[in-house]
């Protein structure tokens, strides 16, 4: 099956900066990275994805880069705010597989 | 709201008890899909419906839990004999299929049971 792994796990950047959240993946036939935003007690929030027949994808401060030959992904987020605060997961699907297998993820701090 | 609804949101339960759990996918959504979470852990895939058909199971599902979409609407998640390792946020999600190709994953609120 598809193995995520992500990192780092806990990420501090002054407000402004830029943070940037990696992930590799196992399975070379996968062809969806979404990203999702997890704030404390809330479900998962789809932030944005990528789909594998194009290497860079952005929308406002955020933006996704694909790298398949290496099998990994990040996600890019300019200008942080104090409101970008929370944990980002990574997911993949398995090929053949519709099921997502997501990272342990990045809590993400921007201090103002 | 016409996002992904869960109920309950809460659930309170001693060891060895029965729960279920419901899901209101995305009206338009044939695909919908259970996750397990953690704290500290990302979700972790459990099953997945299209339609009313129940098409992939984790290998890592108890044979105390099962799942039924039988209308291809809702859905419900049931936890037979709870033990204390169940104590987890149940999410589900839910998607379009189409042409063959499966597109975004929007999760509900979760079900936080805790098992006593």
């Known amino acids: 099956g598809e193995n995520v792994e992500q990192h780092p796990s806990t990420l501090s950047v002054q407000e402004g900066d830029s943070a940037v959240i990696k992930c590799t993946y196992s399975?070379?036939?996968?062809?969806?990275f979404p990203w999702y935003k997890q704030e404390l007690g809330k479900r998962p929030q789809l932030i944005i994805d990528?789909?594998?027949?194009?290497g860079e994808k952005k929308d406002q401060r955020i933006a996704v880069t694909l790298n398949k030959t290496a099998k990994h992904f990040s996600l890019h987020i300019t200008e942080t705010q104090p409101e970008d605060s929370a944990v980002y997961f990574c997911a993949a699907p398995g090929a053949g597989s519709y099921q997502l297998t997501f990272g342990k993820g990045t809590k993400l701090s921007v201090i103002p | 709201d016409t996002g992904v609804s869960q109920n309950p949101r809460h659930k309170i339960t001693k060891r060895g008890q029965n729960v279920t759990f419901r899901c209101d996918p995305i009206?338009?959504?044939?695909?919908l899909y259970w996750y397990r979470q953690t704290l500290g852990q990302g979700p972790e895939f459990l099953t997945y419906f299209q339609n009313e058909a129940q098409l992939e199971k984790s290998r890592l599902l108890s044979d105390r839990f099962s799942a039924e979409r039988p209308k291809g609407s809702f859905s419900t998640l049931e936890i037979q004999r709870t033990e204390q390792g169940d104590s987890a946020m149940y999410l589900c999600?839910?998607?379009?299929?189409?042409?063959?190709?499966?597109?975004?994953?929007?999760f509900g609120p979760g079900t936080r049971l805790t098992v006593t």
């Open positions: 999600a839910s998607s379009i299929y189409r042409d063959r190709a499966s597109y975004e994953q929007y």
């Open positions: 399975d070379s036939a996968s062809n969806y």
């Open positions: 009206s338009e959504h044939n695909r």
């Open positions: 990528i789909r594998s027949n194009v």
